[in-house]
């Protein structure tokens, strides 16, 4: 497997000021410079001692206990144990649970934290773990029940689990049936082209799951799988035991929700004096905090001071009953977007976090809850991003003539293609033939104007008729062109649908199960795990074997 690196911009104003610009942004980000050793030195020494021995042995107990149940290897229990070391830090990043992983970046994500976490551990001295957050609290179906995969035809498939679960309801507390898992996989099966490797992933994944459970620990085992040995530790935040770690920042956060929230409108207010977007829509009256009641989660907004209400639920109580509730009950309550980092923080000792262009630009306003909790935004790096070659792309692209390092941004190659092969003369004809026809028919209904208004219109229909069949003669002769050189045609096809998915970057649609069935999954977990922090938003272009 051989590759190239390179940095390029994320498309986001603040995440990509971020990187090229710290220090005109780095009031936003708490002066969390990401390229700068001694900013993790720091951190470690400002945030271990927050974590008392019980609290690291509760952590290590049920997160070690999770990855026996996922079936981890024996790199990933040693990397959970290391959480019960006194100097012990972690990089973490996270990803909702999709099927399959869904897209590609989420195995990026896991890298990108591994990478990190082996490079910090040699600098700073003390273990440093990576850490996998699977946001299996989510309640956006839409986002986590689909995966795209090319099919031998080369043509792009959602694949999608139905039925959907109820409004609201949590990936956590939605249990997949039996029924559902059979139709997906029959689906995927039928999509993926034929072969030994495409039988082993679909084989595979069956077994990876079992009956009872959500999506959650079916991705946690599906990304345990791709990453190999590295030492993932993956952890899923639902877990009663780690509910019951984080329950005093549900009492905080709600016992102090006027301030929370007045800190949260001024960090809004300082990223848009700065001249930057908000990346998430401010709802002025939400809580941070959702109410949990039969696995649905239901916003509870500030109806007056110190009075909350679950809204669409109707239930509403003083701000005090709500954290009695909270404080006997934490796995009735969840974060939402803004509050998750704070969690993050408060239930593992995050030495930096590891997102995307989005959430690099949403911590800013995350920092508003940090604050109202008496911290600090961690260090935040962008993930590694790539693009895959495979060996067919590649020597597709050299067959043709074409630079792949010219193909990295989307582009039309089947129309330029048919073109060459002779549609740009039938068509630059046929725009002369519709010119004729049209000037043609125009003469002739002014021509005979006099003889009654109905020539104009029988000129008109006539002429629309002709073009009709003028445009229908365009559409046949590209599809004949089409089908002389489908062979040729599909060649270019084939660039395009795996570089350029769905017209979006491979690694925002494609599923790693695509890559697995066609090139095996050592294409998958011998990518590389990128560890160097003073190299901003890189992206690496690999050639698969």
């Given at each position: 497997m051989q590759w190239r690196v390179r940095t390029e911009p994320t498309g986001n104003a603040l995440t990509d000021m971020h990187a090229a610009s710290f220090a005109s942004v780095a009031h936003l980000y708490d002066g969390q410079d990401p390229k700068r050793r001694e900013t993790y030195a720091r951190r470690a020494e400002e945030i271990a001692p927050w974590f008392s021995a019980a609290h690291r042995a509760a952590l290590a107990d049920a997160v070690s206990g999770y990855l026996r149940e996922l079936g981890a290897g024996p790199a990933a229990l040693a990397q959970a144990e290391k959480l019960r070391h006194p100097e012990a830090v972690a990089v973490v990043t996270g990803q909702q649970a999709g099927l399959f992983t869904g897209p590609l970046y989420s195995l990026y994500k896991a890298l990108s934290a591994v990478g990190l976490a082996e490079r910090l551990e040699q600098e700073l001295g003390r273990p440093v773990v990576p850490v996998f957050w699977v946001a299996s609290e989510d309640h956006d179906w839409a986002e986590v029940n689909h995966a795209y995969v090319i099919d031998s035809q080369d043509e792009v498939c959602r694949i999608r689990l139905r039925p959907d679960p109820p409004l609201h309801q949590m990936v956590y507390h939605t249990p997949l049936t039996e029924a559902m898992v059979d139709e997906v996989l029959c689906e995927l099966r039928r999509r993926l082209p034929a072969g030994?490797?495409?039988?082993?992933?679909?084989?595979?994944?069956?077994?990876?799951?079992?009956?009872?459970?959500?999506?959650?620990?079916?991705?946690?085992?599906?990304?345990?799988?791709?990453?190999?040995?590295?030492?993932?530790?993956?952890?899923?935040?639902?877990?009663?035991?780690?509910?019951?770690?984080?329950?005093?920042?549900?009492?905080?956060?709600?016992?102090?929700?006027?301030?929370?929230?007045?800190?949260?409108?001024?960090?809004?207010?300082?990223?848009?004096?700065?001249?930057?977007?908000?990346?998430?829509?401010?709802?002025?009256?939400?809580?941070?905090?959702?109410?949990?009641?039969?696995?649905?989660?239901?916003?509870?907004e500030r109806v007056r001071s110190g009075v909350l209400r679950a809204r669409g639920l109707g239930m509403e109580q003083s701000v005090d009953a709500w954290a009695k509730l909270a404080e006997a009950d934490p796995t009735a309550f969840s974060a939402n977007v803004l509050l998750r980092p704070v969690v993050q923080d408060h239930l593992i000792p995050t030495l930096a976090y590891v997102g995307g262009p989005a959430e690099i630009a949403y911590h800013t306003l995350a920092r508003g809850v940090f604050h109202a909790h008496g911290r600090r935004l961690p260090p935040l790096l962008h993930r590694q991003r790539m693009v895959l070659l495979p060996p067919t792309v590649v020597r597709n692209a050299r067959k043709l003539g074409l630079r792949l390092d010219r193909l990295l941004e989307p582009r039309d190659l089947v129309a330029p293609a048919l073109a060459d092969l002779g549609l740009r003369d039938v068509t630059e004809a046929l725009a002369r033939?519709?010119?004729?026809?049209?000037?043609?028919?125009?003469?002739?209904g002014e021509a005979f104007a006099h003889l009654g208004p109905q020539m104009r219109d029988m000129a008109a229909h006539q002429m629309r008729s002709e073009l009709y069949l003028v445009n229908r003669m365009e559409s046949r002769s590209a599809r004949l062109i089409q089908q002389r050189h489908d062979a040729y045609l599909r060649q270019y096809r084939h660039i395009e649908r795996w570089l350029w998915t769905d017209g979006q970057p491979q690694e925002r649609r494609l599923c790693p199960v695509a890559v697995w069935a066609r090139y095996g999954l050592r294409s998958l977990t011998g990518l590389p795990a990128w560890g160097d922090y003073d190299l901003p938003c890189p992206v690496y272009e690999v050639e698969l074997p």
């Amino acid at each position: 497997m051989q590759w190239r690196v390179r940095t390029e911009p994320t498309g986001n104003a603040l995440t990509d000021m971020h990187a090229a610009s710290f220090a005109s942004v780095a009031h936003l980000y708490d002066g969390q410079d990401p390229k700068r050793r001694e900013t993790y030195a720091r951190r470690a020494e400002e945030i271990a001692p927050w974590f008392s021995a019980a609290h690291r042995a509760a952590l290590a107990d049920a997160v070690s206990g999770y990855l026996r149940e996922l079936g981890a290897g024996p790199a990933a229990l040693a990397q959970a144990e290391k959480l019960r070391h006194p100097e012990a830090v972690a990089v973490v990043t996270g990803q909702q649970a999709g099927l399959f992983t869904g897209p590609l970046y989420s195995l990026y994500k896991a890298l990108s934290a591994v990478g990190l976490a082996e490079r910090l551990e040699q600098e700073l001295g003390r273990p440093v773990v990576p850490v996998f957050w699977v946001a299996s609290e989510d309640h956006d179906w839409a986002e986590v029940n689909h995966a795209y995969v090319i099919d031998s035809q080369d043509e792009v498939c959602r694949i999608r689990l139905r039925p959907d679960p109820p409004l609201h309801q949590m990936v956590y507390h939605t249990p997949l049936t039996e029924a559902m898992v059979d139709e997906v996989l029959c689906e995927l099966r039928r999509r993926l082209p034929a072969g030994e490797e495409a039988i082993e992933a679909a084989e595979w994944l069956r077994a990876a799951w079992r009956p009872g459970e959500s999506l959650a620990p079916w991705f946690a085992r599906v990304l345990l799988h791709l990453t190999g040995d590295r030492g993932l530790v993956v952890l899923d935040p639902c877990l009663p035991p780690l509910r019951r770690l984080i329950g005093s920042v549900w009492v905080q956060t709600l016992l102090r929700c006027d301030d929370v929230i007045a800190d949260v409108d001024e960090a809004y207010a300082e990223v848009a004096r700065a001249g930057f977007q908000p990346n998430v829509v401010r709802d002025v009256s939400h809580s941070m905090l959702f109410y949990v009641h039969h696995g649905q989660r239901f916003a509870l907004e500030r109806v007056r001071s110190g009075v909350l209400r679950a809204r669409g639920l109707g239930m509403e109580q003083s701000v005090d009953a709500w954290a009695k509730l909270a404080e006997a009950d934490p796995t009735a309550f969840s974060a939402n977007v803004l509050l998750r980092p704070v969690v993050q923080d408060h239930l593992i000792p995050t030495l930096a976090y590891v997102g995307g262009p989005a959430e690099i630009a949403y911590h800013t306003l995350a920092r508003g809850v940090f604050h109202a909790h008496g911290r600090r935004l961690p260090p935040l790096l962008h993930r590694q991003r790539m693009v895959l070659l495979p060996p067919t792309v590649v020597r597709n692209a050299r067959k043709l003539g074409l630079r792949l390092d010219r193909l990295l941004e989307p582009r039309d190659l089947v129309a330029p293609a048919l073109a060459d092969l002779g549609l740009r003369d039938v068509t630059e004809a046929l725009a002369r033939m519709r010119r004729e026809t049209e000037a043609r028919w125009q003469r002739f209904g002014e021509a005979f104007a006099h003889l009654g208004p109905q020539m104009r219109d029988m000129a008109a229909h006539q002429m629309r008729s002709e073009l009709y069949l003028v445009n229908r003669m365009e559409s046949r002769s590209a599809r004949l062109i089409q089908q002389r050189h489908d062979a040729y045609l599909r060649q270019y096809r084939h660039i395009e649908r795996w570089l350029w998915t769905d017209g979006q970057p491979q690694e925002r649609r494609l599923c790693p199960v695509a890559v697995w069935a066609r090139y095996g999954l050592r294409s998958l977990t011998g990518l590389p795990a990128w560890g160097d922090y003073d190299l901003p938003c890189p992206v690496y272009e690999v050639e698969l074997p």
